[in-house]
């Protein structure tokens, strides 16, 4: 039943987040002004960016000038697949696709990727500061017998990563749809608002986390550096 | 040979309810606990807040991994139990 979401499904899911996430961009970014009480929704884009910025900074504590892209990226298609789902029909104007918006980071291989992407942003965000030595030396960190733990652990947290976020948001959709065939009035409507709730905290979580991990690739080198 | 079936599906459920009930034991202390120390150092600390909380969502998350980790396998077993479809492939053809 809520397990299998079709391909043609996810796609157009995917392509509506990021039409959504352009449209708003291109929207806001059509007249910027430079004042200093930007009015309107440039002042709403500036607060996100800033509050993404400061969590960065407070994180990585350095600048967050490399990190923003990829993390606010990371954040906000999240947050918008996730806020999403309280729409039901986006996938109606094509005929012969199940009715009803499933969030695409409800299905694993959306997940999968954004997981891939962290997997492979930590090395490439160590080795373009600090050098493939310093990145290599980190595996050694503390000592060398721990090379083969690291490695496990560099795998088991991008697979923790994906399964956490398609878990909770899939755990969602099913608990809206048993409550739809239980108590089909009120009762899903309040799964629902708690669903926007749990979509929001995952999306909080997995940026914070593949920012973490990151921070975390770095200021053993920093460290090492200074010594 | 229907009867194998039958058996599979029939363990099949009553290890998925296992799994998720015992599976979210664990993680539900591991929470309960966490949430517990991070309010009682809010309210001793106020000023850190802010560092607390975020370090305390981290947590929660590497805590409700193991729970995740059960659900998907509870998933797995009652929508698409592998086990399943290989003895009803074997038994069909």
Redo the contacts between chains.
């Keep these: 039943m809520t397990l299998d979401i079709s391909f043609w499904e996810l796609m157009i899911n995917t392509w509506v987040v990021m039409a959504v996430l352009v449209v708003c961009s291109w929207l806001v970014s059509r007249n910027l002004t430079s004042e200093i009480h930007p009015t309107g929704l440039q002042n709403w884009l500036e607060a996100v960016v800033e509050a993404i910025d400061g969590q960065i900074r407070e994180i990585s504590a350095g600048d967050s000038k490399p990190y923003l892209a990829f993390i606010g990226t990371l954040f906000l298609f999240i947050l918008t697949s996730n806020v999403l789902a309280i729409f039901p029909s986006m996938a109606q104007l094509v005929e012969g696709l199940p009715k009803v918006y499933h969030a695409p980071t409800s299905s694993l291989e959306t997940t999968a990727a954004l997981a891939l992407a962290v997997f492979f942003a930590v090395p490439l965000f160590s080795i373009s500061r600090y050098g493939l030595r310093h990145y290599l030396g980190t595996y050694l960190k503390p000592t060398p017998i721990m090379l083969p733990f690291n490695i496990i652990g560099e795998l088991s947290r991008t697979l923790a990563l994906a399964m956490r976020l398609f878990g909770n948001m899939m755990s969602g959709v099913i608990v809206v749809a048993i409550a739809i065939s239980i108590a089909p009035l009120v009762f899903p409507v309040v799964l629902q608002l708690f669903g926007l709730l749990t979509g929001s905290i995952q999306a909080y979580i997995f940026a914070v986390l593949a920012m973490v991990y990151i921070a975390s690739a770095s200021k053993t080198q920093q460290k090492a550096g200074g010594k | 040979m229907t009867m194998d079936l039958v058996i599979i599906g029939a363990v099949s459920m009553v290890v998925a309810g296992l799994t998720i009930a015992i599976g979210s034991i664990g993680p539900a202390l591991g929470q309960g606990r966490a949430v517990s120390q991070a309010l009682a150092s809010i309210a001793q600390q106020p000023d850190s807040a ?2 607390i909380t ?1 370090t305390l ?2 947590g929660l ?2 805590i ?2 193991t729970a ?2 059960c ?2 396998v509870t ?1 797995i077993l009652l ?2 139990n592998p086990f399943w479809r290989f003895f009803a492939e074997r038994l069909g053809g």
Aim: aromatic fraction near 24%; proline fraction near 0%.
């Design positions: 802010n560092t975020r969502f981290v998350a590497m409700e991994s995740i980790y659900f998907v998933m929508f698409i």
